[in-house]
Every structure is written in structure tokens, then in C-alpha cells.
């Protein structure tokens, strides 16, 4: 079991910055595979970006529409993973969130995929 809490969300200007918060509790926190998705309002819940676990090391990926712009991070000390959000656009504004998936199968972009989500936090990016 993994809880997932979300800060880091606010108002910001576009082309201001935000760095989003992930604080994960639970077991074995370094297992599990990492995403943030985004829900702005009356549309369905899209993949931000993804952080996936191997042998090998880490992979990330992102959304064709943040790449170069979002970074997903994890911090496996502080069990806390992040979304650094660069050059934001008003179409960023939506809820944010954090969500967990366990290490087989390899989770993709699907919400569907993910075991555990955290509550959301605002983002709100004016023009």
C-alpha cells in the first residue's frame, strides 16, 4: 500500500515556474513506478509524465505536449517525487496528480494502469 499527498500547486503567470510535491508513505516506495497526470476541467484525465523503475536505472517519459518544458524527478531518500513545470502555458491549468503503480506489469501512459493516487492539487496558469 502506498499513500500519495500532492503540494506545490498555485497561481502562477504564464511562463512562470511551479515545482509540484509527490510525498509518497507506505513500503518500498523505490518499487514502484511514478506518473503525474492532469485533469482540466470537463476533459478526461490526460499523462503528464512518467518515471519508470528497472535494473537498469530510471526512464522517464513525457506528454508530446510538456516535453522539453516538465521534469519529472524522484527523491527515493525522502520517499517524494516531483514535476518541475518551466515556460507554463495557460493550457497547463488543471488538477495534478500523483500516481503509483507497482513494478510488473511495466505501467504506460493509461490511467487505468496505476494502483494508487494522491488527491490532486491545483494548477492554475494565467494569461
Known amino acids: 500500500q502506498v499513500q500519495l499527498v500532492e503540494s506545490g500547486g498555485g497561481l502562477v503567470q504564464a511562463g512562470g515556474s511551479l515545482r509540484l510535491s509527490c510525498a509518497a508513505s507506505?513500503?518500498?516506495?523505490?518499487?514502484?513506478?511514478m506518473a503525474w497526470f492532469r485533469q482540466a476541467p470537463g476533459k478526461e484525465r490526460e499523462f503528464v509524465a512518467r518515471?519508470?523503475?528497472?535494473?537498469?536505472?530510471?526512464?522517464?517519459y513525457y506528454a508530446d505536449s510538456v516535453k522539453g518544458r516538465f521534469t519529472i524527478s524522484r527523491d527515493s531518500a525522502k520517499n517524494t517525487v516531483y514535476l518541475q513545470m518551466n515556460s507554463l502555458k495557460p493550457e497547463d491549468t488543471a488538477v495534478y496528480y500523483c500516481?503509483?503503480?507497482?513494478?510488473?506489469?511495466?505501467?504506460?501512459?493509461?490511467?487505468?494502469?496505476?494502483?494508487?493516487w494522491g488527491q490532486g492539487t491545483q494548477v492554475t496558469v494565467s494569461s
Open positions: 500516481a503509483a503503480a507497482g513494478t510488473t506489469p511495466t505501467p504506460g501512459n493509461e490511467a487505468y494502469e496505476y494502483d494508487y
Open positions: 518515471r519508470s523503475i528497472s535494473w537498469s536505472g530510471d526512464t522517464t
Open positions: 507506505g513500503r518500498a516506495f523505490s518499487r514502484y513506478h
